[in-house]
């Protein structure tokens, strides 16, 4: 199945809360890129990351999220210009309930189990996710999918 249509449902899903910041999502991605998924499924992981890039960047931002074909796989990734996560965090950032800043991600309602999901989510596929962010920059999550 087509990709883009399930990336772009996942981007309008979240441009109430882009909208409330003023952020700006930018969608780039093949019209033909094709690979066997579960449209829900997906949805739900990008969702997950767009919001978390959305809750961490600041007003007036822009978010990309891009779907392209490496390495006979499909690396969607959403990138954003937000806090950035300190490096010492960043392995356990996928397990059940980590948080990074524990008073923060209170107040912005999370639960913790965000990014595991993804991580379940990819795995469900035969995917991955990996994370790449540097403080006071930003960060950009990697969904790899077997094509």
Known sequence: APISETLAEATQACSFQAKQKEIQINLRCEPNLKTNFNP???EQAI??????AIAYSPPHSTVDLSAEAVSGKVKITIKDNGIGIPAD???RLF????RVDKSRSRKNGGTGLGLSIVKHIAQV??????????????SSFYLYLPI
């Open 40 to 42: 829900p499924l997906l």
């Open 47 to 52: 969702v997950n990351l767009l919001m978390n």
């Open 89 to 91: 965090h960043l392995e």
């Open 95 to 98: 397990e059940r309930f980590y």
């Open 125 to 138: 596929h035969g995917g991955s996710v990996e994370v790449d962010s540097t403080p006071g920059k930003g």
